[in-house]
């Protein structure tokens, strides 16, 4: 086999990560100074974290599919490790604010490590999935459910800590990682089909509950702010003055911006959280309906860019990668919009890239430095009959 390697950097995907470095610190400033009159710390940390994060995509991109691929365990141990962690030395006012033990506070800073997990739990699922197809060359039902285990026994251990965190934001965006490598992991639809038939009468059970018998779910351990968001999904104008509140000023606050916004650090609604899960308010109110179908632009030519870097680089342990990351920043993109208009029900899920916050920002990067990783270490191969999936 020949082999010639390329070393090459993906500018397209640098071109769309700084466009939304760039909208991020000036929403930020927007909000936080112009806006509200604070300081201008919460714009310097941003920065701050940026520069981290290209930091973690220069190291991580020095990594190739060999050298993920042994790491990938330690990652995954390191991850459940961090995650047991936060449950016994939680930041304590948090704790008391949010109702979430998820953060560390180290030296003032606090730290989510959830949104790190994510990157190691990406790795070693599709460890796992490629794995698993090379030992079973030829699909069938036996081997498909055996891969369903095995992806199943990857992916409990981490959601059940996330959980008892008290974070069901973050666990829907591993069950999106899950859904996404899955389909990509060959399951016949014989068994899929059925499987997200059951999961989906899950979920609309569990909304006829939520409506119907709330009793049930709270001796399962649900929570009445749960049921306050979904309340607020269905009929936004029910509670106008409590649970519905933050979701009406944020329809308020976008819809007003209307075509063009009323331009920038303009605020004549009041939206809570705005600097971090609601930062689209800003964008909708300051930019109107223009800025907001371009941020969602970048975001599309972000996904076409490692979609392209997968179809280029033809690596079956890349692909999965690249396909836990795209899921993950899609349905981050997905969630936090649609709840900020009112399509989908109000998580604790930031806007990728532009919401405040060091640990997911950190972490998206992450991502971006696994997707980097791929065309940086590309290999045009003479394919033989010996290639390795690596």
Known sequence: MKEKKEARIDYGIILSVMLLAIISILTLF?????????????????????????IAVVIIMQFDSEQLWKLAPYAYATGILLLILVLLFYDRP?????????????????????????????????????????????????????????IALTSLPPMILVQLQGDLGTNLVFISIVIGITLMSGVTWKILLPLFGSVAGLGASLLLLVVYNRDFLLKLGFKTYQFKRVDSWLNPYHDTQDAAYQLMQSIKAIGSGKVFGKGFGVSEVYVP?????????????????????????????LIYQMIRVCFDTKNIFYTYIATGVIMMILFHVFENVGMSIGLLPLTGIPLPFISQ??????????????????????????????????
């Open 357 to 390: 916050g060091g640990s997911a920002l950190l972490g998206n990067m992450m991502g971006i430095g696994l997707i980097m990783s791929m065309r940086y270490h590309h290999r045009s191969y003479v394919f033989s009959k010996d290639e390795d999936f690596r």
């Open 30 to 54: 927007s909000t936080s100074y112009v806006m509200a009159g604070s300081s201008l710390r919460m714009t310097i940390m941003q920065i701050a974290w940026y520069v981290v994060g290209a």
């Open 94 to 150: 948090l704790y008391l604010s949010t109702g979430g033990k998820s953060w560390f506070r180290i030296a003032g800073l606090t730290f989510q490590p959830s949104e790190l997990v994510k990157i190691a739990f990406i790795i070693m699922l599709a460890r796992v999935v490629t794995q698993h197809n090379s030992d079973y060359a030829n699909h069938d039902v036996r081997s498909d459910f055996i891969l369903l285990g095995k």
């Open 273 to 301: 959280v705005r600097e971090s899960d609601m930062i689209f308010a800003t964008i909708g109110e300051n930019f109107g309906f223009i800025g907001g179908a371009i941020l969602i632009f970048i975001y599309f030519m």
